[in-house]
C-alpha cells in the first residue's frame, strides 16, 4: 500500500509528546507523499500542523483499529511499534485490570501495587494442563509451559524473571514456585514442596529491605533449581545467590531500611529466649536507624519474625544454630554503636573500655575482648623483613568496623543458604529441573556505582541470551511451516560484553588497579579513557574527570569511579577473621574457616605462615593475601558465566516485571517509566524482531471464517480452503512479499492485517448502506400504505358520526319535552308536600314541650326524696362505726398486753433443752412412720404391678381362649356332638399336657440327681488326687534317697541334662529371635497395608506366646497365651490362611487341641470308673439300670461330639500346615521368610507328635489310676518300687521304666493342674479383698458425708434443722426409689432374656432327649458317626430365601461373587444379584446364630469390595456396579433388621425372613460409610473424564453453524506450546458431552443403581461443567463474546432438554447450572445506559460482583461495530453491587462436592424366589 492510501482522512496516529510520550491524534485531511504538513486533530478536537522532515520528523506511527486493542498479546497488533505497545498495556491496565499480557514469549507483569484475587488453588488448577495461549497470560500459564515442555521433551526449563526494584519480580518467582509445589507436589511425605516455599520467608528475611522504590526489595540474585524425578514430582531443590548488597548493612539512604531480619529481632526483642542479646529498639542502633523510618506502613515485624523461625524450623535449622545466627545478628547491631574515639593527634584512636556495645559484641560473637579493642584502633603491616603495628586514625577505623561488619554479614548470609539447600537437598536421583531466575533488571540512577556497574553488566547478557532465543524461536517456527526466511538484523550487544569483560576491558583494568599498592579510583578512570576511548559503547563525559560512560542496550549510564577500587577489593583485616577463628562458639568459628579459601587464599603454603603471632628477630613474611585474592568482579563475573552456561543448557521462559510509577499508587499508569523500563527488559526488542519477519498469523480456518465476506461466491464454492485462501490473497494484496503460505498458517507482514480489517470493514460498510436503503424504502412504502389506509378509514368514520351526531339531536329534543313536564309536576308537588310537613312539625313540637315540663317536675320531686333516704342511712351508719370502732380499740389493747405476757413465757421455755427434745422425739418418729409407709407402698406397689401383670396375661391368655372357643361355638353351633367330641379331646389334651409336665419335671428332677452324682464323682477324684500327691511325695522322696545311693551315676546325668538345658536354652532363644523378626516383618507388612476398619464383636489378635514354661518343646509352652476360644474365633473371622501367618493364633489352636484332648481323656476315664463301679455294685433295679443306660448313651454321644470337634480342629491345623507351605513357596524370593516359615512348619510337627505323646501318656495314666484305686492296699510298694527306677539306670525291664516315668510325668501334669487352680483361686480371693476394700471405702465416704450432714444440720436453728432433715429424708426416698425402678427395669429385662435362653434350651432339651432315645434303642457298639447323623438330620423344608455355606467356602465365595466378578456376567439377571446372594448367606448365618460366622463374612465382603475398587480405581463400571450392590447389600440390612421403621413397606413374607439373632445397625453404619467413599470414587471418575471435553464442547464447538465470528487472534500459539496429539481436546462437541452423560446414566441404570443416587451424581457432574466452563469463561477473553453467549446457552438448553428425557429436571442439576447461564445472559444483554445496568444486578444473581466485573472487563466485540464496554459502565455496576455480601471468590471451586443421600428403598423382591444363575459356579451354596 502507497503512502497516499495509508495516511488518509480519517485515520488514526501517534505522535510525540513530552509529558505521555505518545499522544493519539486522526489525520483531518489527506496526506500526498512529499508534503511538509501533516493536518491532525488531537482528542479535544484542537486542531495540529505536524511538520514531516526525512530525518528529524517521519510520517507518525499508525493506530491499530480498536478491535486490535486490548489484545493478550503484543505481536497480534497489525501495527507493532512502541506507542502501540504502549497503548495497548495501558488500556489493559487501566481498564480490565489485567497485569499480565504476552509479547511473544515474554510475559510482561505489570505490578498493581494491590491484592488480586487471582493467584488461589482454583486458578492453578484452572491453568494447569491448559496451552499457553489458551487462557488469559499469567505467570501461572508460563509456569505450565515449563513444567510441560520438562515433561514433553524432557529438557531442563528455565523461567527468567527481571525487572526493576519495585517492579515485583520476588512475588512473581514466589507465585511460579507455588505453582510447581501445587502441580508437582512430592510423591511421598518429604513435603519437598513446603520446603521450598518456606525457604523464602527466610531468603527475604536476610536479603530483602525496603527502599524508596520498593518496601521488600530483593538486594541479590538467586536462581533456584527445583528438581524433579522421573514422575515429575518435586524432590528437592537448590539456591544459587549473586551479588548481595552488604554496602546496606552500615549505611541506608534516607527513607530506606537495613535488612529486614535486623528490624524483626529488634521487635521481637522482649522475648524472654533473647534476653541474653540486649537489644531495644532499632531506633537505638545505628546501622538500623540511618533511614529514619524503622517503620513499614501494614507489617509487622514480630509476626514476621516467628514466619521466619517456623521456617528455619520447618528446614532443619537446629534451635541451637538459630540462636547463633541472631546471636550473630545481635552482634553487628552492637559492633555499629561501637564508639572510636580519636587522639589529639588525629593519626590514632581508641575505645572505651565501659562501652557496652563492644562488651556485647565479644561476649555475642565468643571473642576476647582485649584484642577486639586492640585490632580495631590498630594494623599490622608485614615488610620482608619486620612486622609493624599502626595506629589507625578514627576515620580508618570506622571504616575497618564496618567492612567486618559487612564481612560477617555476607559469610553468614552464606552459612544460611548453603543450610537451606542442605536441607533441600535429596538423595534421590534427579530427572530434571526447573530454575527460577530472580535477578535485578536493568538500573540507571543519578549516582551509579559498582552494584549497578555489575547489574546491568549481568542485564547485559541476559539480553544477549534473550535475544538469540528469541531469534531461534522465530527462526524455528519458519523452518517448521516451510516458509522461506532472511537473516533478520537484530541488535546484537556482544561489543558492548566485550567492553566490559574482555581482555583488557573494564574488569581486567579494575583488578589490575587493585593489585597496585597505591592504585586509586582516579588512575584507574584514567586508565579507561586512554584505553578504551576508541569503543563505540564508552565515552567520557565532558565535565568531569572521575566517571565514565557505558552505551548499554537500553540507555546511556554514566558511573562515578569513586570507591570501586574499594568494593571491588572487598578489604578485611587478617587481624578481625583471626579473631573470630578464635571463637569459643562453633557456629562463629566455622563461618570463617574457609575465609582464606573464598576469598583471600594465599599462595604460601608453608607451615611457617602459622607462626606469624612469634615476634623473632628476622620472621619471615607473610605475602600480603590482597595481590591474590580473588575480587568481587572476578568471583561476580565466573558465577555469572555459570549461569549462562546454565541458563543455555535449559529452555528458558521471560517474564518481565514492570513498574508502573514510582509512587506506588494501585493501578496508576506512569507511561514515562514504563516505556524506559520497556526500552530496558527487551520488549521493544522483541516487537522489533517480530516486526522485522511477519508477526501476524493466522491458520487457514481461522482466516477463512474471519474474511470470507470479502470473497465472491463462487469461490466458495470450492472444496479446499487453503486454495480459496490463496485466491483471496492473491487478489487483495497486490505484493507477494506482504505475506506467505505455511503448512498450516498464513504469515503477513506488519500493517497487513489492519489492511485486511478496513477492507473487511469496508465490505461490511457498504452492505450495511443497501441493507439500510432497502430497509428505509420499505418502511417509506408501508408508511404511506398505512397513511393512505388511515385517511380513508378517517372520512368513514366522519360522515358516521355526523349522521349519529344529527340522529342525536333529534332524540335530544323529545327528550327534553318529556323531562320539561316531569320536572313541573315534580317541583309543584314537592311545594305543597313542603308545607303540610312544616305544619306537622310545628305540631309536634309544641306537644313535646308541653310533656316534657310536666315531666321535669315530677323527676325533681323524686331527686329529692332519694337525697333524703341516703343522707339519714349515712349519718346512721356513722354514729354505729364510731361505737365499734372504740370498741375494737379496747379489745386490741387487752389482747396486746396478753399476747406479750405469753410471748415472754415461750421465749424462756423454747430456750430449754427439753422443749428441742420434744421437737425432734416427735419429728424423728415422723420421719420413722413415713419411711414405713413409703415402704409399704412400694411393695403393695410391686404386688400389685405383679398382679396386674399376672391378672393381665391370665385375662389375655382366657379372652384368647373364650374367642376362639366362641367362634368353634358360632361355626358349629347346630352339631352338638360334634362339640361333644371337641370337649373331649380337649380333655384328653390337657390330661397329655399334664403328662407331660410330669415327665418333664421327672426328667429335671433326674438330672439333677445326675448332676449330683456327677459332683460326687467329682469330689472322689479329688480325693484320689490328693492320695496320688501324697503317694508322689512319697515317690520324690524315695527318688532322692536312691539318687545319694547312685552319686557317681547322678553326676554323669547331670552333665548330659545340663548339655541338653544348654542346648534347649540355645533352641529357645534363637525361636525367640524368629519370633521377634517375623513380628517386626509382620508390623512392616501391616504399615504398607491399608488400614482396616472392622466394627462389630472383634477380638484383637494376639502375636505374644509365652515361652517361659520348663517344657522342652518351645512350640506349644504357651500356657499363658490368652483365652483359646478367642484363637478359634479368630481363626474362623481371618480365614486359614491369615491365620497360618500369626503365630499367637497358632499358639492357642495348640493349647486348644491339648485342653480338648485332656478333656476328652478324663470324660473317658470318668465313664470307665463309672462301668466298673456298676459292676462292682451288681445288679441294680430295672429302673436303675435304664437309667445308666441313658446316662451311657448321653456321655457316648458327649464323647462323640468331642471326639468329632477334635478331629475339625485336626483338620484346621492341617490346613494351617498346608497354608504355611504355600505361603513359604510363593515367597521364595525372600530366603530369610521361607527359613522363619520352614521353622514354624518343624515346630508344628513337633507339636503334633508331642500331642501325640501327651495322648498315650494320658492312656497309661489312666490305667495306672485305675489300677491303682483297685489294689492301692495291696501292691502300693510293689508298684512304686518298679516305677521309681529313674531314666539314667540300666534297668532290665524297660516296660516298667517306661510306665514310672510316664506315671511321674503325669503327676507332674496333675501337680500343674492344681498349681493352676490354686492360683486362680488366690486371685479369685485378693479380687475379693479388693472388693471388701473398695467397699470398705466406700462406706467411710458415705459415714464421713453423714457427719458433714450432721455437724451441719446442728448449726442450723430448731425450725430449719426440722426443714433440712425433711428435706434430706424425701431426696434419699426419692434416690431409693429411682433405684429401685431401675433395678425393676433391669430385672425384667433379665427377665425376658432368661425367657427367650429358656425357650432355646428347651428346644435343645427335646432334641436331645429324640437323640438320647435313638442312641438307646440302637447298640451301644454303634459308630459315632451314626449317632452323629441322627442329632443333625433335619426335615426337609420349602425354600426359605436363605443359602448355607461351609466356613472353609467362605473365601470362595468373596472370590466369586466380588473379587473375579465382572458387571456383564450378570448383566442379564436381577440387578444387584451379588448383593442379594451375600444377604442370604448372612440370613443362614443368622439363622444358625452364628455370630462369628456372620462377622467374618461382613469383614471379607467390605474388603474384598475395597480391594476391587482399589484395582479398578478409573473404571466406571466396575464403581457404578458396586455403588449398586454396596448399597442394594445396605438396603437389605435395613429391611430385613425386625426395625419397624423399615418394615412399613415389607411383605408378610419379607417379615417372615427378618434377622431373628443378631442386630447389625453397626455393619450397616461401615456400610454406609463404604457406600459415600464409592460414590466419591464414581464422581471423581465421571469428572476425570470429562475434564477435557467440557471446554472444548462448551465454548469452543459452533453448536450453531457460521454463528461464531473469529476475531484477530491473541497469543500467536507457538508450535512448542501445543500439544503435539492433533485430536486433542479441539474435537470435542456437545454431542459427545452428551453422549458421555447418557452413557453414565445408562450404566447407572443398567447396573440397578437407585435413580435418586444416579440423580445426585448427574447433579455433581452439572455442577463440574458448570465449575470449569464459567472458570474458563472467567480467565479467556476470546470467549467473552456476544455469539459465544449465544453458543453457550443453546448448549444449555440442549443439556435441559436431555435431563427432561431422562426425567432429571427435578434432581437439582439445571440449578447448579444457573451461573453460566446468567454468564451466557450477561454476555448477550445490552451494556450501556443505568437502566441495563440495573437490569444486569437484578438478572445476575447467582455470579458474584467480582465475576460479573471480569466477565465485563473481558467482553470483547468480534467486529468494529459492536461496542466495547466503558469503564463508567462498568464503575456504575461495582456501585450497584455494594450492598450484595457476595463471598469475594472469582472462580467457582471445582473440587466442591455436594453431600451424598442415600435414601432407603426398600426391594419388592422376594428372596425364595431368587434364582441364581448356574455360570456364577456358585455350586458349595446350599438352598435352606
Not at 567486618?404 to 552464606?414: G, P, Q, R, S, T
Amino acid at each position: 500500500m502507497s503512502v497516499n492510501e495509508l495516511y488518509s482522512k480519517y485515520t488514526r496516529v501517534w505522535i510525540p509528546d513530552p509529558e505521555d510520550v505518545w499522544r493519539a491524534a486522526e489525520i483531518i485531511k489527506d496526506y500526498k507523499e512529499g508534503e511538509p504538513i501533516l493536518h491532525l486533530k488531537l482528542e479535544d478536537e484542537s486542531p495540529l500542523e505536524y511538520r514531516i522532515g526525512p530525518k528529524d520528523n517521519p510520517l507518525p506511527f499508525l493506530r491499530n483499529p480498536d478491535i486490535l486493542v486490548g489484545e493478550n498479546d503484543l505481536t497480534a497488533l497489525s501495527y507493532l511499534h512502541e506507542p502501540a505497545v504502549l497503548h495497548n498495556l495501558k488500556v489493559r491496565f487501566l481498564e480490565p485490570n489485567h497485569i499480565y499480557t504476552y509479547c511473544g514469549i515474554v510475559l510482561v507483569a505489570i505490578n498493581p501495587y494491590d491484592q488480586l484475587q487471582i493467584y488461589g488453588e482454583e486458578v492453578i488448577n484452572a491453568y494447569s494442563g491448559q496451552n499457553m495461549g489458551d487462557m488469559d497470560p499469567h505467570i501461572f500459564a508460563v509456569a505450565e509451559e515449563a513444567y510441560k515442555q520438562m515433561a514433553r521433551d524432557e529438557r531442563n526449563q528455565s523461567i527468567i524473571v527481571s525487572g526493576e526494584s519495585g517492579a515485583g519480580k520476588t512475588v512473581s518467582a514466589k507465585y511460579a514456585m507455588r505453582f510447581f509445589a501445587t502441580v508437582g507436589g512430592s510423591a511421598n511425605d518429604t513435603n519437598v514442596e513446603e520446603k521450598v516455599l518456606a525457604s523464602s520467608p527466610i531468603m527475604e528475611a536476610i536479603g530483602n529491605a525496603k527502599t524508596t522504590r520498593n518496601d521488600n526489595s530483593s538486594r541479590f540474585g538467586k536462581y533456584i533449581q527445583i528438581g524433579f524425578d522421573r514422575r515429575y514430582h518435586i524432590i528437592g531443590a537448590n539456591m544459587r545467590t549473586y551479588l548481595l548488597e552488604k554496602s546496606r548493612v552500615v549505611f541506608q539512604a534516607e527513607d530506606e531500611r537495613n535488612y529486614h531480619i535486623f528490624y524483626q529481632l529488634c521487635a521481637s526483642a522482649s522475648f524472654p529466649e533473647f534476653k541474653d542479646l540486649a537489644l531495644t529498639s532499632a531506633e537505638d542502633f545505628i546501622f538500623t536507624s540511618q533511614g529514619e523510618n524503622i517503620f513499614i506502613e501494614g507489617v509487622n515485624d514480630a509476626e514476621d519474625f516467628k514466619k521466619t523461625k517456623e521456617a528455619f524450623t520447618l528446614l532443619g535449622v537446629k534451635e541451637s544454630n538459630q540462636s547463633s545466627i541472631f546471636r550473630i545478628i545481635a552482634s553487628i547491631l552492637h559492633l555499629g554503636n561501637v564508639e572510636i574515639c580519636s587522639e589529639r593527634d588525629g593519626d590514632s584512636c581508641h575505645i572505651s573500655r565501659n562501652d557496652p556495645h563492644l562488651t556485647h559484641f565479644c561476649r555475642l560473637l565468643g571473642v576476647e575482648l582485649e584484642q577486639m579493642e586492640h585490632w580495631l584502633c590498630h594494623r599490622k603491616l608485614v615488610t620482608t623483613s619486620e612486622t609493624y603495628v599502626k595506629n589507625m586514625s578514627r576515620k580508618q577505623a570506622a571504616n575497618a568496623r564496618d567492612a567486618l561488619a559487612k564481612h560477617i554479614y555476607a559469610h553468614m548470609f552464606d552459612w544460611i543458604v548453603e543450610h537451606v539447600n542442605r536441607s533441600l537437598h535429596t538423595s534421590s536421583k534427579q530427572h530434571s529441573f526447573i530454575g527460577v531466575l530472580d535477578i535485578y533488571g536493568f538500573e540507571t540512577f543519578e549516582i551509579n556505582s559498582f552494584e549497578q556497574f555489575c547489574i546491568n553488566y549481568a542485564n547485559e547478557k541476559l539480553q544477549q541470551q534473550f535475544n538469540q532465543h528469541v531469534f531461534k524461536l522465530e527462526q524455528e517456527e519458519y523452518m517448521k511451516e516451510q516458509i522461506p526466511w532472511t537473516l533478520i538484523d537484530f541488535y546484537d550487544n556482544q561489543p558492548c560484553i566485550d567492553l566490559i569483560e574482555a581482555k583488557l576491558g573494564i574488569l581486567d583494568l579494575l583488578d589490575e588497579e587493585c593489585k597496585v599498592p597505591k592504585g586509586t579510583d582516579q588512575n584507574w578512570c584514567q586508565k579507561l579513557y586512554d584505553r578504551l576511548s576508541s569503543s563505540v559503547h564508552f565515552q567520557k563525559p565532558r565535565m568531569s574527570n572521575i566517571s565514565f560512560i557505558i552505551i548499554h542496550f537500553a540507555d546511556k549510564v554514566e558511573y562515578q569511579c569513586e570507591g570501586f577500587l574499594e568494593k571491588n577489593r572487598d578489604t578485611v583485616y587478617e587481624e578481625h577473621i583471626n579473631i573470630l577463628k578464635a571463637s569459643k562458639f562453633q557456629l562463629v568459628a566455622d563461618l570463617f574457616q574457609d575465609t582464606n579459601k573464598d576469598g583471600s587464599s594465599s599462595t604460601s603454603s608453608s607451615s611457617k605462615s602459622s607462626r606469624i603471632n612469634v615476634r623473632s628477630a628476622k620472621p619471615t613474611p607473610k605475602v600480603p593475601n590482597k595481590e591474590h585474592r580473588k575480587t568481587v568482579g572476578h568471583q561476580f563475573r565466573s558465577s555469572l558465566q555459570l549461569l549462562m552456561e546454565t541458563l543455555n543448557a535449559t529452555t528458558p521462559h521471560y517474564v518481565r516485571c514492570i513498574k508502573p510509577n514510582d509512587e506506588k499508587e494501585a493501578f496508576s499508569f506512569d507511561s514515562r517509566r514504563a516505556v524506559q523500563q520497556l526500552r530496558a527488559c527487551g520488549v521493544l526488542e522483541t516487537i522489533r524482531i517480530s516486526a522485522a519477519g511477519y508477526p501476524s498469523r493466522w491458520t487457514y480456518p481461522d482466516f477463512f471464517n474471519r474474511y470470507r465476506v470479502l470473497m465472491k461466491k463462487s469461490d466458495m464454492t470450492v472444496g479446499d480452503k487453503k486454495l480459496v485462501c490463496r485466491n483471496l490473497l492473491e487478489t487483495l494484496v497486490k505484493d507477494p512479499d506482504k505475506f506467505q503460505f505455511g503448512k498450516t498458517k498464513i504469515f503477513f507482514r506488519a500493517g497487513q492485517v489492519a489492511y485486511l480489517e478496513k477492507l473487511r470493514a469496508d465490505k461490511f460498510r457498504s452492505a450495511c448502506i443497501k441493507i439500510q436503503k432497502t430497509v428505509r424504502r420499505w418502511l417509506q412504502m408501508v408508511r404511506y400504505k398505512k397513511i393512505r389506509k388511515s385517511a380513508i378509514t378517517l372520512q368513514r368514520f366522519g360522515r358516521g358520526y355526523m349522521a349519529r351526531r344529527y340522529a342525536e339531536r333529534l332524540r335530544l329534543t323529545r327528550a327534553a319535552v318529556i323531562c320539561q313536564k316531569q320536572y313541573r309536576m315534580v317541583r309543584e308537588r314537592t311545594a305543597y308536600l313542603r308545607v303540610r310537613q312544616a305544619v306537622v312539625t310545628i305540631q309536634a313540637f309544641t306537644r313535646g314541650m308541653f310533656t316534657r315540663r310536666i315531666f321535669q317536675e315530677f323527676l325533681l320531686h323524686h331527686k329529692a326524696m332519694i337525697i333524703q333516704k341516703h343522707v339519714r342511712g349515712w349519718l346512721t351508719r356513722r354514729k354505729f362505726k364510731l361505737a365499734r370502732n372504740a370498741a375494737i380499740t379496747i379489745q386490741c389493747a387487752y389482747r396486746r398486753m396478753r399476747a406479750k405476757r405469753e410471748l415472754k413465757q415461750l421465749k424462756i421455755e423454747a430456750r430449754s433443752a427439753q422443749h428441742l427434745k420434744k421437737l425432734n422425739t416427735g419429728m424423728e418418729n415422723k420421719i420413722v412412720q413415713l419411711q414405713r409407709k413409703m415402704d409399704d407402698q412400694t411393695k403393695d406397689l410391686k404386688t400389685q404391678n405383679e398382679q396386674l401383670v399376672v391378672a393381665k396375661t391370665s385375662l389375655g391368655s382366657e379372652v384368647n381362649k373364650l374367642q376362639k372357643e366362641l367362634e368353634t361355638m358360632r361355626s358349629r353351633q347346630g352339631d352338638g356332638s360334634q362339640l361333644t367330641s371337641m370337649k373331649d379331646e380337649l380333655e384328653k389334651l390337657r390330661a397329655e399336657l399334664q403328662e407331660a409336665h410330669a415327665h418333664r419335671k421327672k426328667l429335671e428332677e433326674e438330672h439333677s440327681n445326675e448332676k449330683m452324682r456327677f459332683e460326687q464323682r467329682v469330689e472322689e477324684l479329688e480325693r484320689e488326687n490328693s492320695l496320688l500327691k501324697s503317694e508322689k511325695e512319697k515317690m520324690n522322696q524315695r527318688i532322692l534317697h536312691h539318687s545319694k545311693s547312685t552319686e557317681d551315676q547322678e553326676s554323669s546325668a547331670s552333665q548330659s541334662v545340663g548339655r541338653v538345658q544348654a542346648e534347649l536354652d540355645e533352641e529357645r532363644q534363637r525361636y525367640q529371635n524368629l519370633l521377634r523378626e517375623f513380628s517386626r516383618l509382620e508390623q512392616r507388612y501391616d504399615n504398607l497395608q491399608e488400614a482396616k476398619f472392622q466394627p462389630g464383636h472383634r477380638r484383637n489378635n494376639s502375636n505374644q506366646s509365652s515361652l517361659e514354661s520348663d517344657s522342652n518343646y518351645p512350640s506349644i509352652s504357651t500356657s499363658e497365651v490368652g483365652d483359646t476360644d478367642d484363637a478359634i474365633q479368630l481363626v474362623e473371622e481371618m480365614g486359614v490362611e491369615k491365620a497360618a501367618m500369626d503365630i499367637g493364633v497358632f499358639m492357642k489352636l495348640q493349647k486348644r487341641v491339648r485342653e480338648l484332648e485332656q478333656e476328652r481323656k478324663r470324660l473317658q476315664v470318668n465313664l470307665e470308673k463309672m462301668e466298673d463301679h456298676s459292676k462292682r455294685k451288681g445288679i441294680e433295679p430295672k429302673t436303675t439300670s435304664e437309667q445308666e443306660n441313658a446316662d451311657l448313651a448321653y456321655n457316648s454321644l458327649k464323647r462323640q461330639e468331642l471326639e468329632s470337634e477334635n478331629k475339625k480342629l485336626k483338620n484346621d491345623l492341617n490346613e494351617l500346615r498346608k497354608a504355611i507351605a504355600d505361603r513359604a513357596s510363593k515367597n521364595s524370593s525372600s530366603n530369610e521368610l521361607q527359613d522363619g516359615y520352614n521353622l514354624l512348619l518343624g515346630q508344628l510337627k513337633a507339636a503334633n507328635e508331642e500331642l501325640d505323646v501327651r495322648k498315650e501318656e494320658v492312656l497309661i495314666l489312666r490305667s495306672q489310676i485305675v489300677t491303682a484305686a483297685q489294689q492301692k492296699e495291696k501292691d502300693t510298694t510293689n508298684h512304686i518300687e518298679t516305677n521309681n527306677l529313674p531314666e539314667w539306670t540300666n534297668s532290665k525291664k524297660p516296660i516298667d521304666k517306661e510306665e514310672a516315668l510316664r506315671s511321674y510325668h503325669g503327676l507332674c501334669e496333675s501337680k500343674k493342674l492344681l498349681e493352676a487352680q490354686l492360683q486362680s483361686q488366690a486371685r479369685k480371693h485378693e479380687d475379693e479383698l479388693e472388693a471388701f476394700r473398695t467397699q470398705i471405702e466406700l462406706l467411710r465416704d458415705d459415714i464421713e458425708k453423714k457427719q458433714e450432714m450432721l455437724n451441719h444440720t446442728m448449726s442450723l436453728s430448731p425450725e430449719a434443722q426440722v426443714e433440712y432433715s425433711v428435706q434430706q429424708e424425701i431426696t434419699r426416698l426419692t434416690n431409693d426409689n429411682l433405684d429401685l425402678k431401675e433395678l425393676v427395669e433391669k430385672l425384667e429385662k433379665n427377665e425376658r432374656k432368661l425367657k427367650k435362653q429358656l425357650r432355646i434350651y428347651m428346644k435343645k432339651v427335646q432334641e436331645l432327649e429324640v437323640s438320647v432315645t435313638a442312641a438307646a434303642s440302637q447298640s451301644t457298639t454303634a459308630k459315632p458317626e451314626m449317632t452323629r447323623q441322627v442329632t443333625v438330620q433335619r426335615r426337609e423344608k420349602d425354600f426359605e430365601g436363605m443359602l448355607e455355606y461351609y466356613k472353609e467356602d467362605e473365601a470362595l465365595l468373596v472370590k466369586t461373587l466380588i473379587t473375579d466378578m465382572k458387571p456383564h456376567a450378570v448383566s442379564a439377571t436381577v440387578p444387584c444379584l451379588p448383593a442379594y446372594i451375600l444377604f442370604m448367606c448372612i440370613r443362614h448365618a443368622d439363622y444358625i446364630n452364628d455370630d462369628q460366622k456372620v462377622h467374618s463374612l461382613l469383614t471379607s465382603t467390605i474388603n474384598a469390595i475395597k480391594k476391587v475398587l482399589k484395582k479398578n480405581n478409573d473404571d466406571f463400571e466396575m464403581t457404578s456396579f458396586w455403588l449398586a450392590n454396596t448399597s442394594r447389600l445396605l438396603h437389605c440390612l435395613k429391611q430385613y433388621s425386625g426395625d419397624e421403621a423399615f418394615m412399613t413397606q415389607n411383605t408378610a413374607k419379607q417379615n417372615e425372613h427378618c434377622l431373628k439373632n443378631f442386630d447389625l445397625a453397626e455393619y450397616r453404619q461401615v456400610l454406609s460409610d463404604l457406600s459415600i467413599q464409592i460414590y466419591q470414587q464414581l464422581v471423581k471418575v465421571a469428572e476425570h473424564v470429562m475434564q477435557p471435553m467440557i471446554v472444548s464442547a462448551m465454548l469452543e464447538s459452533e453448536s450453531i453453524p457460521s454463528l461464531a465470528g473469529v476475531k484477530p487472534m491473541g497469543y500467536r500459539n507457538r508450535s512448542s506450546s501445543m500439544d503435539k496429539d492433533e485430536e486433542g481436546p479441539g474435537s470435542y462437541t456437545l454431542e459427545a458431552l452428551i453422549r458421555q452423560l447418557g452413557q453414565f446414566h445408562g450404566v447407572m441404570g443398567e447396573h440397578g443403581l437407585d435413580p435418586e443416587i444416579a440423580g445426585q451424581v448427574i447433579r455433581q457432574l452439572f455442577y463440574s461443567i458448570n465449575a470449569v466452563t464459567l472458570n474458563n469463561l472467567l480467565l479467556r477473553k476470546d470467549v467473552c463474546s456476544w455469539s459465544t453467549g449465544m453458543q453457550l446457552r443453546y448448549n444449555i438448553s440442549q443439556m435441559e432438554e436431555w435431563l427432561r428425557g431422562k426425567n432429571l429436571h427435578q434432581s437439582g442439576a439445571v440449578i447448579n447450572m444457573e451461573p453460566v447461564i446468567q454468564a451466557a445472559q450477561l454476555l448477550q444483554v445490552k451494556k450501556k445506559t443505568s437502566q441495563d445496568a440495573e437490569a444486569i444486578c437484578s438478572l445476575c444473581t447467582a455470579l458474584t460482583m467480582q465475576q460479573i466485573v471480569k466477565i465485563l472487563n473481558l467482553y470483547t466485540p468480534l467486529n468494529e461495530f459492536e461496542e466495547r464496554v466503558t469503564v463508567s459502565f462498568i464503575r456504575n455496576i461495582q456501585n450497584r453491587l455494594q450492598g450484595r455480601n457476595d463471598v469475594p471468590m472469582l472462580l467457582v471451586d471445582t473440587k466442591h462436592t455436594f453431600p451424598v443421600l442415600f435414601p432407603y428403598t426398600p426391594s419388592a423382591l422376594s428372596l425364595e424366589t431368587l434364582h441364581i444363575p448356574a455360570n456364577l459356579s456358585l455350586h458349595f451354596l446350599t438352598r435352606v
